[in-house]
Structures are given as structure tokens and as C-alpha cells.
């Protein structure tokens, strides 16, 4: 068993590693249990530190079991709007200490009404207590300024309704790679995603954010889908009235043949 390292960056480094190649390489995808957003588009997602990936998913589920397993309760809370976790970056206003994203052991929800300063902000107990419940520390309990969107897998010692941590040391991550950018397309599903449909979506987030083609992820959208499909009928429809039934016939006949 380990425990979360407290926050300075002398420990979180010996924890987490140096921010850059050293994190990256070990960061996983956490596939979320509901479907989250990120600026309104749907993600398949969460890239996360391997030390950290369990309790995140953990508090995931315990959020997505609190609430019925109901997208549109989620919804409702602001609960699937994800606002971001790694991101390679210093702590706002200094030059030196690496901000908690950059180790991939932070995440925000919900940014637009739980911004910096918003106090406790419109986050609901029952997320917060799942958060709680594997260590994590929110940051609507900051002394000062507040961050109510912010959770961050650090040493929460002396914060209010934290449970002691219990983490296993190589947690077991829902996902076929870690080799995939943070950001991008999914199918929308409500539903707990069954093992075909992560397998689908873990596809489909390759073309979309991996090896270079990321135009191809448009392709995972239904709407881009059904433009395709839509030309697709509307070019054979003009195909038969610029050739004529009987050569398109003809034709198809030349091609079975």
C-alpha cells in the first residue's frame, strides 16, 4: 500500500516523477463509467497518472452508482463537464513549482461555476464525498482562495471529511493503451460502457487523437455520419439520373459479372 505524497514538490516528484517524459510515460487512460465533455464534445477518456488512475475511476463510479447510473442527472449537476487533468504547467503565478495537472494526479469539473474564488461552488456533496472517500483533497476546502472545480491526489492531512488512503500499488486501469493524447472523440452512451463499446470507443480515440490522424475522429460523430451517408445517397441518386436507370442497370450487371 502507498499513500498520497505530500504537497511539495520535493515529494511529489519522488512520487509522480519530473513532469515532461519522465510523467508521460507513465500516464493511462481512465475510461469514465458515464459519458463526460469536454467544451460540449465527448470524450472517451481521462489521461492519469498510473498511481492515481484507480482512485480516480473509483471516485468516478462511486459518483455514477450515488446517482442511478442516470446520465442525465449527471448532466443536470454539471457533474460530466469535464474541464481538464494533465497538463504539463507551473502553479499560476510562479515560475518554479509544477501546478498538481503536470504530474496527472489533479482533475476539474464543472469550470464554469466553480471557477477560482467561487467558494464552495455548486459542487455536489456526493461528488466531493466520493473524492474524498480515496484521499483525494478539493480544493473548495482551500484556505483562502478557493477552487471548487479542482481535486488533487496529494497528502490532504488535516482537511475536513478525508478518508485515509488505501491504494494499490499498481492499480488496474479500464483501458487498452496509454499512448493516446487527453482530448477526443467518443460515442455518446449513457449507459455503463459494456466491454465491446470501450473497445469501440478505445478505437475510435486512436483515430482521433493518436499517430497523426485526427481527422479521422470526425468520423466517430453521428452527425458528420449522417452528412456522409446523406451525399452518399444524394450523389447515387444524381449517378442513376445523369446515366439512366436501364445503363446504371447495365452497368451494375458489367460490375457483378
Same mark, same amino acid.
Given at each position: 500500500?502507498?499513500?498520497?505524497?505530500r504537497?511539495?514538490?520535493?515529494?511529489l516528484?519522488?512520487?509522480? +516523477?519530473t513532469?515532461?517524459?519522465?510523467?508521460?510515460?507513465q500516464?493511462?487512460d481512465?475510461?469514465?463509467?458515464?459519458?463526460?465533455?469536454?467544451? +460540449?464534445?465527448?470524450?472517451?477518456r *481521462?489521461?492519469?497518472?498510473r498511481?492515481? $488512475?484507480?482512485?480516480?475511476?473509483?471516485?468516478?463510479?462511486? *459518483?455514477?452508482?450515488?446517482?442511478?447510473?442516470?446520465?442525465?442527472?449527471?448532466?443536470?449537476?454539471?457533474?460530466?463537464?469535464? $474541464?481538464?487533468?494533465?497538463?504539463?504547467?507551473?502553479?499560476?503565478?510562479?515560475?518554479?513549482?509544477?501546478?498538481?495537472?503536470?504530474?496527472?494526479?489533479?482533475?476539474?469539473?464543472?469550470?464554469?461555476?466553480?471557477?477560482?474564488g467561487?467558494?464552495?461552488g455548486?459542487?455536489?456533496?456526493p461528488v #466531493?464525498?466520493?473524492?474524498?472517500?480515496?484521499?483525494?483533497?478539493?480544493?473548495?476546502?482551500?484556505?483562502?482562495?478557493?477552487?471548487?472545480?479542482?481535486?488533487?491526489?496529494?497528502?490532504?492531512? +488535516?482537511?475536513?471529511?478525508?478518508?485515509?488512503?488505501?491504494?494499490?500499488?499498481?492499480?488496474?486501469i479500464?483501458?487498452?493503451s496509454?499512448?493516446?493524447?487527453?482530448?477526443?472523440?467518443?460515442?455518446?452512451?449513457?449507459?455503463?460502457p459494456t466491454?465491446?463499446?470501450?473497445?469501440?470507443?478505445?478505437?475510435? +480515440?486512436?483515430?482521433?487523437?493518436g499517430?497523426?490522424?485526427?481527422?479521422?475522429?470526425?468520423?466517430?460523430?453521428?452527425r458528420? #455520419?449522417?452528412?456522409?451517408?446523406g451525399?452518399?445517397?444524394?450523389?447515387?441518386?444524381?449517378?442513376?439520373?445523369?446515366?439512366?436507370?436501364?445503363?446504371?442497370?447495365?452497368?451494375?450487371?458489367?460490375q457483378?459479372?
Amino acid at each position: 500500500m502507498t499513500k498520497w505524497p505530500r504537497d511539495n514538490q520535493a515529494d511529489l516528484l519522488a512520487f509522480y +516523477g519530473t513532469p515532461g517524459r519522465d510523467v508521460e510515460r507513465q500516464l493511462v487512460d481512465v475510461v469514465p463509467p458515464f459519458q463526460m465533455y469536454y467544451d +460540449g464534445k465527448p470524450i472517451s477518456r *481521462i489521461r492519469f497518472h498510473r498511481k492515481a $488512475a484507480g482512485a480516480l475511476r473509483a471516485a468516478l463510479d462511486e *459518483i455514477w452508482e450515488h446517482y442511478g447510473r442516470d446520465q442525465r442527472r449527471i448532466d443536470a449537476l454539471g457533474i460530466s463537464k469535464y $474541464a481538464g487533468a494533465y497538463n504539463p504547467r507551473k502553479v499560476r503565478g510562479s515560475a518554479t513549482r509544477w501546478s498538481n495537472h503536470a504530474y496527472g494526479a489533479a482533475i476539474d469539473l464543472n469550470a464554469e461555476q466553480n471557477g477560482l474564488g467561487a467558494g464552495r461552488g455548486t459542487m455536489p456533496q456526493p461528488v #466531493i464525498n466520493a473524492f474524498k472517500r480515496q484521499g483525494a483533497r478539493w480544493g473548495g476546502d482551500y484556505r483562502g482562495r478557493t477552487d471548487p472545480m479542482h481535486f488533487e491526489f496529494c497528502d490532504a492531512s +488535516g482537511y475536513p471529511g478525508v478518508t485515509p488512503v488505501k491504494l494499490f500499488d499498481a492499480p488496474e486501469i479500464d483501458a487498452d493503451s496509454d499512448a493516446h493524447i487527453e482530448h477526443s472523440a467518443a460515442i455518446d452512451v449513457s449507459p455503463k460502457p459494456t466491454w465491446l463499446r470501450r473497445k469501440w470507443k478505445a478505437v475510435t +480515440g486512436w483515430f482521433s487523437g493518436g499517430a497523426g490522424l485526427g481527422f479521422f475522429g470526425y468520423l466517430t460523430d453521428w452527425r458528420v #455520419i449522417a452528412v456522409l451517408l446523406g451525399a452518399m445517397v444524394l450523389v447515387a441518386v444524381l449517378f442513376v439520373l445523369f446515366m439512366g436507370p436501364s445503363n446504371v442497370r447495365a452497368w451494375i450487371k458489367r460490375q457483378v459479372n
